[in-house]
């Protein structure tokens, strides 16, 4: 083969290497960097209804373990300390996956983690719309949403 063919292919393997190091550094920039400053939620409309949102954590044998977060009008859920609902979970992201309302629906949007957002068994790729009773699953942790 003549030798501007392996020239080629050499600068094209040394630009696909450069792709992949630059994917890699931005994955870990996305897990390392420390999460927002958390905003307070406002839930005064639910407290008016009567009826706020809950998320219940199950564990793997589907019995039901500590935590109850309620959910306002937009809650973070994460490995990080300062997340609304913060998750020991190793396999979970420091900002995993948000529930935020919309026009009175509730919805679930992955934050572009490493393991991904399911609900009901399927992994998410845009933002989903809850009911009551779905299973929210991130990481290994298991959690319900209840209206």
């Known amino acids: 083969m003549p030798e501007i063919v392996y020239v080629t292919l050499r600068f094209a393997f040394l630009g696909l290497l450069y792709i992949f190091v630059f994917l890699v550094a931005r994955l870990l920039y996305r897990e390392l960097r420390p999460a927002p400053a958390r905003q307070p ?8 209804m009567g009826k706020k949102p809950i998320l219940v954590a199950f564990d793997e044998r589907g019995r039901k373990t500590r935590l109850n977060a309620f959910v306002g009008d937009q809650v973070v859920l994460g490995r990080a300390a300062d997340c609304g609902v913060a998750l020991k979970d190793e396999f979970a992201s ?45 990481g290994r942790t298991v959690l319900e949403f209840r209206r």
């Open 41 to 48: 939620s406002s839930q005064h409309r639910h407290e008016r």
């Open 94 to 138: 420091n900002q995993h996956a948000k529930i935020y309302q919309s026009e009175g629906r509730y919805y679930v949007e992955d934050l572009g983690s490493t393991n991904g957002t399911y609900i009901n068994g399927r992994r998410i790729n845009y933002p989903t719309e809850l009911r009551s009773g779905d299973s929210i699953k991130i």
